[in-house]
């Protein structure tokens, strides 16, 4: 099914029934009162012209919008550019919001097809975006061009063209975060991300529209191929941008399989390096596989991203691994770790081994950070570290660790990571509370696990 740049038909819903539906609809329906209000309003202030002209010129741009969606350029991430922009624009500058929304009407039903929901909120979102646009228009130039132009000539039309298709985008941005975020559940950066790859284009249809305005107003038959030529380098522009991206996504799987390559060898090098401190203390290895278990855990249950969360589980498992080597001060071994994973181009995981014995109140080594200033994967790893410690040494049980942990929060230990600990250790069992079962093995066990799937 084709959809426009600001559907988002990478996450449709298909009835009400889904999870997201109630919220879908709540959201379609603010849509459409805000709709309804600016075109009410406008009718109230500028009346509802009625001609066979305006009728004909309506008809041709919905066609025009129709005409686009086969040639819908689906860019990376499931974003799809349609240019319909130039055309919902154009049609709230010659005809008003009223018209206008008529014009969208049929382009509105071809995206969303059957789906009542999506009916509701592509109708309410054009008439949305077109009420935004003829207002802007009007607050500049006066009445739509086909109701009877104000004074200005074709530079100030251009211009306030200009501002309406603006206003229109700015608001299918919105309306497009807002389903995102607020119906969806993605946070607004990932939001974002999925918007961002459809801004150029719709930022030449723009232009595309002040552009055959200001023909219009000079010569009517002259903005014909104006549209036509601005709708070409929308195209032109998509296709550019997807190939851009779509060489860009394709680069950075390369990298992340190199990546996890350079990951899985340091885990077998620490592995190895590990085992041979285990034979002289009996605990290094179970040592470093706990704390991995728990700081992936806590990482988790704190938001962290996927990616973030598997560097975390590795440098979690190899944070001792500067006890390896020469005997020396206790207080040297994070930063030979981290001389050693620099060595072996894990650089943002040495940061975090490198600081992991800080304190927030600035009593810890080997810099003396506080707060803030100690990365948040160093916090995670030292709470997962000290727990880890705590239960293996035989000295304390789980619940007199958990008390030491709530003890050192904001002076040993960040208060926030504590928090996120204890919320996994409420929900785990007591043989994950004493880091005992498959995903404490040496080495540690499968990925993508957590405390609450342990028995």
Same mark, same amino acid.
């Given at each position: 099914?084709?959809?426009?740049?600001?559907?988002?038909?990478?996450?449709?819903?298909?009835?009400?029934?889904?999870?997201?539906?109630?919220?879908?609809?709540?959201?379609?329906?603010?849509?459409?009162?805000?709709?309804?209000?600016?075109?009410?309003?406008?009718?109230?202030?500028?009346?509802?012209?009625?001609?066979? *002209?305006?009728?004909?010129?309506? %008809?041709?741009?919905?066609?025009?919008?129709?005409?686009?969606?086969?040639?819908?350029?689906?860019? $990376?991430?499931?974003?799809?550019?349609?240019?319909?922009?130039?055309?919902?624009?154009?049609?709230? +500058?010659?005809?008003?919001?009223?018209?206008? #929304?008529?014009?969208?009407?049929?382009?509105?039903?071809?995206?969303?097809?059957?789906?009542?929901?999506?009916?509701?909120?592509?109708?309410?979102?054009?008439? &949305?975006?077109?009420?935004?646009?003829?207002?802007?228009?009007?607050?500049?130039?006066?009445? $739509?061009?086909?109701?009877?132009?104000?004074?200005?000539?074709?530079?100030?039309?251009?211009?306030?063209?200009?501002?309406? =298709?603006?206003?229109?985008?700015?608001?299918?941005?919105? =309306?497009?975060?807002?389903?995102?975020?607020?119906? /969806?559940?993605?946070?607004? &950066?990932?939001?974002?991300?999925?918007?961002?790859? %459809?801004?150029?284009?719709?930022?030449?249809?723009?232009?595309?529209? #002040?552009?055959? +305005?200001?023909?219009?107003?000079?010569?009517?038959? &002259?903005?014909?191929?104006?549209?036509?030529?601005?709708?070409?380098?929308?195209?032109?522009? &998509?296709?550019?941008?997807?190939?851009?991206?779509?060489? *860009?996504?394709?680069?950075?799987?390369?990298?992340?399989?190199?990546?996890?390559?350079?990951?899985?060898? %340091?885990?077998?090098?620490?592995?190895?390096?590990?085992?041979?401190?285990?034979?002289?203390? %009996?605990?290094?290895?179970?040592?470093?596989?706990?704390? =991995?278990?728990? #700081?992936?855990?806590?990482?988790? *249950?704190?938001?962290?991203?996927?990616?973030?969360?598997?560097?975390?589980?590795?440098? =979690?498992?190899?944070?001792?691994?500067?006890?390896?080597?020469?005997?020396?001060?206790? #207080?040297?071994?994070?930063?030979?770790?981290?001389?050693?994973?620099?060595?072996?181009?894990?650089?943002?995981?040495?940061?975090?081994?490198? /600081?992991?014995?800080?304190?927030?109140?600035?009593?810890? /080594?080997?810099?003396?950070?506080?707060?803030?200033?100690?990365?948040?994967?160093?916090?995670?790893?030292?709470?997962?570290?000290?727990?880890?410690?705590?239960?293996?040494?035989?000295?304390?049980?789980?619940?007199?660790?958990?008390?030491?942990?709530?003890?050192?929060?904001?002076?040993?230990?960040?208060?926030?990571?504590?928090?996120?600990?204890?919320?996994?250790?409420?929900?785990?069992?007591?043989?994950?509370?004493?880091?005992?079962?498959?995903?404490?093995?040496?080495?540690?066990?499968?990925?993508?696990?957590?405390?609450?799937?342990?028995?």
């Amino acid at each position: 099914m084709r959809r426009s740049w600001f559907a988002m038909d990478v996450i449709r819903l298909s009835a009400p029934e889904h999870p997201g539906g109630a919220r879908k609809g709540s959201y379609s329906g603010a849509l459409a009162a805000f709709a309804l209000a600016s075109c009410a309003s406008w009718a109230y202030w500028y009346g509802v012209p009625l001609s066979a *002209e305006l009728a004909v010129l309506a %008809g041709l741009l919905a066609a025009l919008l129709c005409v686009g969606l086969p040639f819908a350029v689906r860019m $990376p991430g499931g974003a799809v550019v349609d240019a319909s922009e130039a055309p919902r624009a154009l049609a709230a +500058v010659l005809l008003g919001p009223l018209w206008a #929304s008529l014009v969208c009407l049929p382009y509105a039903l071809a995206v969303a097809r059957r789906n009542r929901t999506g009916v509701l909120y592509e109708v309410s979102r054009n008439a &949305a975006g077109v009420s935004v646009a003829a207002t802007a228009f009007s607050a500049i130039h006066g009445l $739509p061009l086909a109701a009877g132009a104000a004074a200005g000539g074709p530079v100030t039309a251009a211009y306030a063209a200009l501002a309406a =298709a603006l206003a229109l985008v700015a608001a299918d941005v919105v =309306a497009a975060l807002g389903l995102l975020c607020f119906v /969806y559940g993605r946070k607004t &950066a990932e939001a974002w991300g999925v918007v961002a790859p %459809g801004l150029p284009p719709a930022l030449v249809g723009a232009l595309a529209c #002040s552009l055959a +305005v200001a023909a219009f107003a000079a010569s009517g038959a &002259a903005a014909a191929p104006a549209l036509v030529f601005g709708l070409l380098a929308v195209h032109l522009v &998509a296709r550019r941008i997807r190939d851009w991206r779509a060489g *860009e996504l394709r680069l950075r799987e390369r990298a992340e399989r190199l990546e996890g390559a350079a990951l899985a060898a %340091g885990m077998v090098f620490g592995a190895a390096m590990l085992e041979e401190l285990g034979r002289e203390d %009996g605990c290094a290895h179970r040592h470093a596989a706990a704390t =991995a278990v728990y #700081s992936e855990d806590i990482a988790r *249950e704190m938001g962290l991203d996927r990616r973030r969360t598997e560097r975390l589980r590795v440098a =979690a498992f190899l944070h001792d691994i500067g006890r390896f080597g020469p005997s020396g001060e206790n #207080s040297a071994h994070p930063e030979r770790g981290a001389r050693m994973l620099e060595e072996a181009g894990l650089g943002e995981l040495a940061a975090w081994v490198r /600081y992991h014995h800080e304190r927030p109140d600035g009593r810890g /080594y080997p810099q003396g950070l506080r707060g803030p200033w100690i990365p948040l994967e160093s916090r995670i790893l030292a709470v997962a570290e000290a727990y880890a410690a705590m239960v293996l040494s035989g000295d304390a049980g789980h619940e007199a660790a958990r008390r030491e942990l709530c003890d050192g929060a904001d002076t040993r230990f960040d208060a926030g990571v504590v928090r996120a600990f204890l919320r996994v250790l409420d929900t785990a069992p007591e043989s994950y509370k004493t880091a005992d079962g498959p995903r404490f093995a040496h080495p540690p066990g499968p990925r993508g696990g957590s405390a609450r799937q342990v028995v």
